[in-house]
């Protein structure tokens, strides 16, 4: 890194706040400019200090049609990297455009596990035709994180990092980092393995600097804590990252042996996807949806859930048409019904999103389900209680009839209560059978609630008139 | 921490799989065992080995009146940081349990930004009582940051870091560091200021190593390209960090000068809240209801989104009743007018859950808004007169009335297409108007499409009929 070295200070950057060069008016036009005229000259200069984000934040921002040529105009200076940090229908939009040879160039420039980010949603063929461009050490390493099952630890982990064995001294370590080539770019600790490339711990750098320099490795390196396995889930790993507040932690394969380093970095970008996964999930929404999906791809997997939702709201007009005759009598009836449906919609939506999310964070557990369960329990016959008595009162209110009051409000408590309890229930059931609780929970919740409050209120006001 | 150092190779971990030392069966049972008895010797034995994290989700896992008395009987052997770990309410309710003199030890244990983070939420006599019982140097610094604004980076902000003048050589600080007790329990890297303590760059520990002992700060300082104001929102900090997948980030004050660091586990907690409160927003339920609240708590909060909901619903059903007559002539009417309403609700929710998250993460701009607009229209429409289609089918199937099919078809599409422009339209203008679009877009959308539903069916009913 000591030839990026400046010997002026740079300047202090005092109040200067943090800009966003990508809104910068008229940038993005400029750049368009100059991949519509192949003005390489030109676009170098425009996106030559562009961080790898906001250059894929530009490729965004450009139409289709500019992204692939800006790529190939830059030539080698267009830092792959940025195509990790674009979503995955515009970086596959990108990659078939491209040449083979722009991309076996981009890859070889890559870490490890950027390479295979770029890689592992090609369709098998044009990979196996990249990698084949490849040198042979370079392959083997990328082939060997691909064999790793998708969302693998293995799939994120970075090939590159710093082994040596425990009776290197500190002081031949810090030698040997300083004088050798084609080290990792960055990174924040050293592992010491055996012989045989079993994992034993990690020295921290900062550790290092602050050990002498006649003391072995094998003396100051401690255990880590959170060893990943290669195999390991990365939501799973991060979970671990998140709870332990880790930087970084060894991933070892089936013989515990040392095979790649995570880092934080990575976590962030997978503790984000799942939450934004789960959040979708439960807005109907695949959890892969883009913003930068086209009109048809989005109508089809919108299609799919709206479709369940029809069939719930059919099951539910079902339920209704059992009591036409009451409908038929008190007009009043279907004027008021949607309320005490929509009213429990409400509470059980309330109820599975917070399961579902404490499901998804490991907070809920079997060990306090129970409890949970009781205090949603409690919440909904409370809150039944509430809008019950504020009901019964509109609707004498409205149409001065007082025992139609009485029939809402019973409705509404029994419908707060079965809100609540498909609300938690259902999630843990879907969780319990392995189903993911938070795309599948919302059309069941609502189906219970629908049915629940359209057959409680017209049920028992068949009873009661 | 070379005391820590152990002369044996610590045994490789092999395929052992990562265990969550909190679920062992009975160990939760043995801990409550031993606060019950006061037996401090077996509850150091049982605790001795747990992460800070291990040892926070422990207290949950315990009875509420347990907690605060395994801290006290623990004494200095308790790690505050732990309490760092807990959900707000379960660390206020030991907090309060604990004596002040038990909590000033504990804190002054800690670093800073954790000293500060379980500092914050106290009130403001409980807070100045402890602080008061610091040793001035510790108080002061701890005001600082609490004198910066809720949320902010200066409220997270670690103030214990290196920083050094440009004229330092690599040789110097190396030793320096090596020498020197106090400094930070972990770091990434060496600030480098001028005399007035001016920010102008930092030097990552692999570059310090990498770099010949001779060859000055000054030289080898490369300018941070994302600085922090102190006064910045902690969420726009975590959206930097994000994006530019950094470690740690310098903090300067409003002149430019170095006052603390920022690092990537905290950031993670940030980005991790966020995240849920949108999730919980959407859902509606409060961005701070946890697990481990009251019943009390909880049905209040509840409560007030459900009422926004009844007036919501109540709304929809007075809509329902400018239509009596119609209703009394065709009781299918009341039968099939839910179905109109439940799905244009769900698609409106479905575009109201991208719009909300893209606004979050700040993909959804002003130069894309009116593309996102227009494919969620043409979804809608696409979707509508599928939707359509099948509707007048099943009607004309479960009725034998065509004339039914078709306005149920009518109603379809029009309630879809005020779903998709409700959906986006409604999150845009109340972010525009810096009202939370998580929070409030809601109730909103649910009473466009109920309205809609409700109103165009029954509407177009009477004309038709």
């Known amino acids: 890194m000591s030839e990026e070295t400046d010997l002026a200070v740079p300047p202090a950057r005092g109040t200067e706040p943090e800009r966003d060069p990508i809104e910068v ?174 994992h034993s711990g990690s020295v921290p750098l900062d550790r290092l600097i602050r050990t002498r320099r006649n003391v ?24 671990v990252f998140e709870r332990y507040n880790l930087i970084s932690a060894p991933v070892v394969d089936e013989g515990g042996r040392l095979v790649g380093v995570l880092t934080v970095d990575d976590i962030v970008d997978v503790i984000q996807e799942e939450a934004d996964e789960d959040l979708k999930a439960l807005g109907g929404v695949a959890g892969d949806e883009e913003l930068s999906d086209s009109f048809w791809y989005i109508a089809r997997s919108r299609f799919s859930w709206l479709l369940l939702n029809l069939i719930a709201a059919n099951i539910a007009s079902f339920v209704i048409s059992l009591f036409e005759g009451e409908l038929q009598k008190m007009v009043a009836l279907a004027v008021l019904m949607p309320i005490v449906a929509s009213q429990g919609g409400n509470a059980g939506t309330q109820t599975m999103t917070v399961a579902v999310r404490a499901l998804a964070t490991r907070e809920l557990r079997a060990s306090n389900a129970r409890r949970i369960v009781m205090r949603e329990l409690l919440v909904g016959l409370f809150n039944g209680v509430v809008f019950a008595v504020i009901m ?74």
């Open 25 to 198: 008016p008229g940038f993005v036009e400029a750049v368009a400019g100059a991949v519509a005229t192949s003005d390489v000259g030109a676009l170098r200069e425009l996106v030559a200090d562009l961080h790898e984000s906001d250059l894929a934040r530009l490729l965004e921002a450009l139409p289709g049609e500019d992204r692939p040529r800006l790529v190939e105009l830059l030539g080698p200076d267009f830092d792959f990297t940025a195509l990790t940090e674009l979503d995955e229908t515009a970086r596959l939009q990108i990659l078939e455009a491209l040449s083979t040879r722009t991309v076996v160039e981009g890859l070889r420039e890559l870490e490890s596990d950027d390479a295979v980010y770029i890689l592992e949603d090609l369709d098998e063929a044009d990979k196996q035709q990249i990698l084949a461009y490849l040198p042979t050490p370079e392959r083997a390493a990328l082939q060997r994180s691909l064999d790793y099952p998708e969302a693998s630890a293995g799939r994120r982990m970075q090939t590159e990092f710093i082994a040596l064995p425990p009776f290197w001294t500190v002081g031949q370590t810090l030698d040997y980092i300083g004088e050798t080539e084609g080290l990792p770019e960055t990174f924040f600790e050293v592992f010491v393995v055996d012989p045989t490339y079993r």
């Open 216 to 239: 072995k490795l094998g003396e100051v390196v401690t255990p880590d804590r959170h060893v990943v396995q290669a195999t390991d889930d990365q939501e799973d790993v991060a979970r």
């Open 392 to 465: 019964a009162a509109v609707v004498f209110a409205r149409f001065g009839l007082a025992d139609l009051g009485y029939v809402i409000g019973l409705a509404m408590i029994i419908n707060l209560v079965a809100a609540a309890l498909g609300g938690i229930l259902i999630p843990l059931g879907l969780d319990r059978l392995k189903v993911d609780p938070a795309v599948s929970s919302g059309p069941f919740v609502t189906t219970v609630t629908d049915v629940v409050g359209f057959f409680a209120f017209l049920g028992i006001a068949s009873l009661w008139f």
